[in-house]
């Protein structure tokens, strides 16, 4: 059975919760500064990995693989550090910040990226997520909207369709 969501869950996250993906069953984010304390002492955290390096003549494609790896991974350092420096400053100024649960069985596919014609600076990546939940799959169609920064290629934002037949929206990370 294969069901396509109205909203992917960043979109929940992002621009509805404010929190962490809203997923079926997985546990409670955690704030993106820590990590998971299992096995330490109650009370005691253990301070979060650092965000993944991404060369900065990675392609827009690449870019997005690191970023999708590490929101299946739970990895907010990383998918904090591959957004726009405007789009980090807008949603932390508007506390709306990209920490996702891990979905460890989450897969993903990315295609290759597009280039703007009208701007050199800008790129859009379709991905596609699907996520089991025992028999039933969901299946998610995206469009990655990329900036190219002084530190390479970043994420501003997606496009996902939101309603079914209503054509995809987009949900701006700069303008939150």
């Known amino acids: 059975l294969t069901m396509k969501r109205p909203g992917w869950e960043l979109a929940v996250a992002v621009f509805v919760t404010a929190t962490s993906l809203a997923g079926c069953g ?23 990995a650092p ?5 900065i003549e990675a392609t827009p494609d690449q870019v997005v693989t690191v970023f999708l790896d590490a929101m299946r991974a739970g990895d ?3 998918t904090e550090a591959l957004l726009t420096a405007k789009a980090r400053e807008e949603t932390k100024k508007h506390d709306l910040p990209v920490a ?8 993903f596919q990315v295609a ?56 995809p929206q987009f949900l701006n990370f700069e303008d939150p």
């Open 76 to 78: 907010a350092a990383t």
């Open 100 to 107: 996702p649960n891990a979905a460890p069985n989450a897969q």
């Open 112 to 167: 290759p990226a597009q280039y703007l014609q009208n701007n050199p600076n800008g790129a859009h990546v379709q991905a596609r997520w699907v996520e089991v939940y025992g028999q039933e799959s969901i299946t998610n169609e995206v469009i990655w909207v990329l900036r190219k920064q002084d530190d390479g290629w970043r994420v501003a934002g997606f496009a996902i369709e939101l309603v079914p037949g209503q054509g």
């Open 26 to 48: 997985k546990k409670d984010a955690l704030p993106p500064t820590m990590e998971s304390n299992q096995g330490q002492p109650t009370g005691t955290a253990v301070a979060a």
């Open 51 to 55: 965000p993944k390096e991404v060369p």
